[in-house]
């Protein structure tokens, strides 16, 4: 509940932060900005705002005059008070929206202009930095907000050192805006806090973070110059504009240095890691447009989750009118940040026409055919940052192949990339192809939840022998994936734990088939032993050590079942197993012995050795207590 003091007759209103806002600003204050300096970005953003929805709402209200060029933030230090001061002529605020903009910590006043005025995404309003505000204690131990709304002619003053709530009361201020005094700390040991009172400070921090704004930042600055008649020099104070307000996109690139892309990217996407790849370029024709895009060197927190949304900014002559136009990139390239500038977009523009608008569709398809150019570009001269790049992203473009019934496959399968058996290491599919047995027209695959445990898997094992090369599947999206190429460049891919994948010549193709025949009763039993659990049962040549191998017939194999089996639902799939025997391993010499003399210990063994397989595979066991107890009795009878 909030608490009222009146005072004296102009009724100042003593009131404390609403619901849980305390904590929440000293959590802002003392864990959330570690860099103190950010303070001044965030309020020139929030004057910026302020400006912004002037200039928007002088464009939908010819009733209000508003000429740009008279927009601007003031910047002025006073370093004997020990105050600093942020001055817009922007749009104000009312009393009712410095209670609830300031009042309620975590309330974003552009997000509550932006539907009030219906605008959405098409205003330049920045919005991003909301709580920002209050970073301003960090640096400050009293904070003085002085506003007037453009559509009243009261003004207010808001105050408050960010402990004990703030005051609320009626100012003199007769222009629109709002000015922000910060009485800054004194200095500790730990940190000198004098130095935001300096213009050297402050000039860095501008040029640092806000050198982009789109108004002029101006604050008197000291030059030198001769006296009249004297050879001596004095010092004087001029306004000066701190900022360039020229966009980095509308900049020659030939002149643009690769730290200042860099601190673009960092201050406008909040990634203070570097990107890997910077892709600034113009075109003119049917439709002109700047795009400035960066390929970002990981993914973000929740870049594979459902919270996170794609799309570049887009701006017509350098206004924002929407900060993720998901309409300019594909869901495969959805990790591309970056800004689009065009003239070519009507400022009004909503964003059911901006669906539609033809404009937007030529855009994206050429930012598309970029992406892939640079993307191919990086892969055959860039190959270290390229598998950073797939490391991180290569999973989106698997999903891009599998998704919508693999209608992008041709122009996303010359960028994927999978370990090799044979090289140790990632590479494409021509790659694959290049290296290929001249006798061999498959593309061979195998799945597993790592490298290693792949390495291992019997199926594996005589392909690596005889020196063919397998591709190691380990992401549960990948055989979805190369099931929706179906082939690549004419080769067939073939799973080697598929029944009927088989390197063996036609004298042991013919050796294996009258064992089979020989056994064909043993085999059956087995088959009722497993009561139903494998489609067939049937000895093998084509394992080497291992006693045993799962194989699967059919279009779902043993990895695409785990996959789909782990999804929140309540259907289950199984693929269709066949139990294979190492015909040349003890195993099938004991079995055939047991079903000859123990029929009881050959039923163990058939269930021991299928349990195996299972967990060779990866696969769960049904009744791990019943294949513990058959292991127990088994070594106890030795």
């Not at 990981?298 to 136009?325: F, P, R």
């Not at 950073?388 to 992203?393: A, I, M």
């Not at 291992?546 to 309540?570: F, R, Y």
Request: hydrophobic share 30%.
């Amino acid at each position: 509940m909030a608490i009222i003091i009146l005072v004296g007759d102009d009724k100042m209103k003593k009131r404390q932060f609403k619901t849980e806002s305390k904590k929440v600003l000293d959590i802002m204050i003392n864990s959330i900005y570690t860099n103190k300096e950010i303070f001044l970005r965030e309020l020139i953003s929030n004057a910026s705002d302020a400006l912004d929805k002037l200039h928007y709402l002088s464009l939908t209200d010819k009733s209000i005059k508003v000429n740009n060029d008279d927009l601007y933030i003031k910047i002025d230090v006073d370093d004997k008070a020990r105050t600093l001061t942020i001055t817009d002529n922007g749009i104000g605020m009312t009393e009712e929206e410095l209670e609830n903009n300031l009042g309620t910590i975590a309330e974003s006043g552009s997000l509550h202009f932006k539907e009030e005025n219906s605008c959405q995404n098409d205003a330049n309003i920045i919005g991003q930095f909301g709580v920002g505000f209050y970073s301003a204690f960090m640096v400050s131990d009293k904070v003085t907000v002085e506003s007037k709304s453009y559509k009243e002619d009261k003004s207010y003053i808001w105050e408050s050192n960010g402990i004990d709530g703030y005051t609320l009361s009626q100012s003199d201020k007769k222009d629109n805006g709002t000015k922000i005094t910060l009485h800054i700390k004194e200095d500790t040991e730990d940190y000198k806090y004098s130095d935001f009172l300096t213009e050297y400070k402050i000039r860095e921090i501008i040029k640092k973070y806000s050198d982009y704004i789109n108004y002029p930042i101006k604050m008197e600055v000291s030059n030198t110059r001769k006296k009249e008649d004297s050879d001596e020099y004095e010092t004087y104070k001029e306004l000066t504009t701190l900022n360039s307000m020229i966009p980095l996109w509308k900049k020659n690139k030939e002149e643009i240095k690769n730290e200042e892309y860099n601190n673009f990217y960092s201050d406008k996407f909040y990634d203070y890691n570097e990107p890997l790849k910077t892709i600034h370029f113009k075109v003119e024709g049917n439709v002109t447009y700047t795009a400035l895009l960066f390929i970002p060197s990981h993914a973000s927190y929740d870049y594979y989750s459902k919270e996170y949304t794609k799309g570049l900014q887009l701006y017509t002559n350098g206004v924002l009118i929407m900060d993720k136009c998901s309409d300019l990139l594909p869901d495969y390239y959805s990790f591309v940040r970056g800004v689009v500038d065009t003239e070519d977009i009507p400022l009004n523009i909503s964003r059911e026409t901006l669906q539609e608008d033809k404009n937007i569709k030529l855009i994206a398809k050429s930012i598309e055919s970029k992406i892939k150019k640079e993307l191919l570009s990086m892969l055959k001269e860039d190959r270290e940052n390229y598998e950073k790049f797939y490391k991180s992203f290569g999973m989106q473009l698997k999903f891009g192949v599998y998704n919508d019934y693999g209608i992008n496959k041709d122009k996303l399968k010359d960028l994927l990339m999978f370990y090799s058996s044979k090289e140790k290491k990632l590479i494409t599919l021509d790659e694959y192809i290049s290296n290929m047995k001249e006798e061999d027209k498959n593309i061979y695959y195998a799945c597993g939840e790592s490298i290693d445990k792949i390495d291992m898997l019997p199926q594996v094992e005589v392909f690596k022998e005889k020196k063919y090369n397998v591709l190691y599947l380990t992401e549960y999206v990948d055989e979805f994936a190369i099931m929706a190429l179906g082939e690549y460049e004419g080769r067939k891919f073939i799973n080697v734990s598929k029944e009927n994948t088989d390197l063996s010549t036609e004298e042991e193709k013919e050796q294996i088939k009258k064992e089979n025949e020989d056994n064909t009763d043993l085999l059956k039993d087995m088959k009722e032993v497993l009561d139903g659990k494998v489609e067939e049962v049937k000895f093998t040549n084509k394992l080497k050590k291992h006693p045993v191998c799962l194989t699967t017939n059919g279009e779902i194999s043993t990895s695409m079942e785990k996959v789909i089996n782990a999804m929140p639902t309540d259907e289950k799939i199984t693929a269709s197993e066949v139990l294979e025997i190492n015909i040349n391993h003890n195993i099938s010499k004991k079995l055939k012995d047991l079903y000859k003399n123990n029929k009881e210990e050959f039923n163990k063994y058939t269930k021991v050795i299928y349990y195996e397989a299972r967990l060779i595979e990866g696969l769960p066991i049904d009744n791990p207590t019943e294949f513990s107890d058959l292991i127990c009795d088994i070594i106890a009878e030795k």
